[in-house]
């Protein structure tokens, strides 16, 4: 019970309700004013004027002097219309003018209408007052007041007696006002406390739409964000897919081109074969250049996989590369199986264009639980040291980085066929990193040099 209370009542909170903002209505005089305040007080003032003064007519009592009641009725429309601009102020204004009211002009404050804006006053104390223990505070102030007040009323006039005269005429003895005092201390209560509660409520519904408001905004941000992630990393896969697969076929016809040009004069049989080898990655770039945009175009295709290692490591230029497929290939899914089609097809293009190697073998080990790829050569990797670069044995998990501009990180100077041998190894590098895989790139002691990859094969991602 203590813990709802204490919850209920928030004095602890910091969170301040912002006063009314909206510019649709203006008023040119105080347009920093409510209009719906201004409304309210104007209706309220020509309620209680027009109610006390068919009263007066009626009763024809001597209720004091008429300006006097105007005047009250006009100060109560004037705090009206501060209620949700200075809720606190106009809250203890609006108590004050119960007070003072009910001995000046006791037919003006007595009036029902009078009491219903005396409520609303107390309701919006609460409701917009910025400090809950401020507000909780005043309502404390004006509970006491008023009772203090009841308790002054009974004690110096003679109306406890009239009230009991007018209500129990049979009822004799002190049990009688007691119970008339109890009741009234009740009925002031509950007006305060009902005020306030309301008040307490409103406040706590403008907060919960206030941090509705700003988990939406938040959620809106970061849709955006997460949509501008999405665009950069769909960017970067485009990239990293034109990239594998162009400069794949590029480099390899730059190396074969040069070998025709060399041998054009001295050796016609090879410079056709050469010739031919063009003609050959020519065509398999066109054609997976145009599956490529198609994929990308139309959001479908089929991306290479585990199946196409055979057609990529064979050919007339590339009789001196071995590949061995060891597993159940079916246990990787298309996403893996591209990643490993990639890091082969970007290995064995540094092969070509570097490594000058007699030799070269691609390796794919299909485990339980993870996937091995292994590009060796027995190239001129182990005889260059790498500028900065790895030393033999050492590794460099989740990818490595370009050094120098001479050459790449795999310490093998650049053939001039490629000006940005590093990048590949990049997106070797990312790739590999978004399986949360690891690479390691280096040369062999027993000579050339060695790529290898490792993908862990996550369970339901299967062909």
């Not at 004095?11 to 201004?38: H, Q, T």
């Not at 406390?193 to 959620?219: D, M, N």
Request: charged share 20%.
């Amino acid at each position: 019970m203590r813990t709802a209370l204490v919850d209920f009542l928030s004095l602890d909170d910091l969170w301040e309700r912002p006063a009314p903002r909206s510019r649709i209505i203006r008023v040119p005089v105080v347009g920093w004013l409510s209009a719906v305040d201004l409304l309210v007080a104007a209706t309220g003032v020509l309620v209680i004027g027009l109610t006390v003064w068919l009263q007066q007519v009626q009763v024809r009592v001597d209720t004091g002097s008429v300006w006097r009641q105007v005047v009250s009725v006009l100060v109560l429309g004037l705090i009206l219309c501060l209620r949700r601009r200075f809720p606190l102020t106009q809250g203890g204004a609006s108590a004050a003018h119960l007070l003072i009211g009910s001995f000046l002009t006791p037919l003006v404050s007595a009036s029902f209408f009078t009491q219903v804006l005396y409520f609303v006053s107390l309701h919006a104390a609460v409701a917009w007052g910025a400090s809950r223990r401020a507000a909780w505070g005043l309502i404390a102030a004006v509970e006491l007041a008023l009772l203090g007040w009841v308790a002054v009323i009974f004690a110096r006039t003679n109306s406890l007696a009239q009230i009991m005269k007018d209500l129990a005429p049979q009822a004799r003895g002190v049990n009688g006002l007691v119970r008339l005092v109890v009741l009234y201390a009740l009925i002031n209560t509950a007006f305060v406390v009902g005020a306030a509660a309301l008040g307490q409520v409103s406040w706590r519904e403008a907060r919960a739409l206030h941090r509705a408001r700003e988990q939406a905004a938040t959620i809106a941000a970061q849709r955006s964000r997460l949509a501008d992630q999405a665009v950069v990393a769909e960017r970067l896969r485009i990239s990293r897919e034109i990239h594998d697969s162009v400069s794949h076929h590029v480099s390899v016809i730059g190396i074969q081109a040069a070998g025709a040009r060399r041998a054009m004069e001295v050796a016609p049989d090879q410079a056709r074969q050469a010739l031919s080898a063009i003609e050959e990655e020519s065509r398999l770039a066109v054609t997976e250049m145009h599956s490529l945009l198609g994929s990308l175009r139309q959001g479908t295709g089929v991306d290479p996989g585990l199946s196409d290692l055979a057609e990529l490591c064979s050919g007339p230029h590339r009789h001196r590369l071995d590949l061995d497929i060891v597993g159940d290939t079916e246990a990787v899914g298309p996403a893996l199986g591209l990643t490993v089609y990639r890091v082969v097809q970007e290995a064995i293009t540094n092969v070509e264009k570097h490594a000058r190697a007699a030799h070269a073998h691609v390796a794919v080990r299909i485990g339980p639980d993870q996937v091995e790829v292994e590009v060796t050569d027995d190239g001129r990797g182990a005889r260059t040291s790498p500028p900065g670069g790895t030393r033999p044995g050492s590794t460099r998990p989740g990818g490595t980085r370009p050094v120098g501009t001479k050459g790449d990180s795999t310490g093998r100077e650049d053939s001039g066929l490629d000006g940005g041998a590093g990048v590949g190894l990049i997106g070797m590098a990312e790739r590999v990193a978004a399986h949360r895989g690891t690479l390691e790139t280096g040369p062999r002691v027993t000579g050339g040099w060695r790529v290898l990859a490792r993908l862990p094969l996550v369970p339901g991602e299967s062909s």
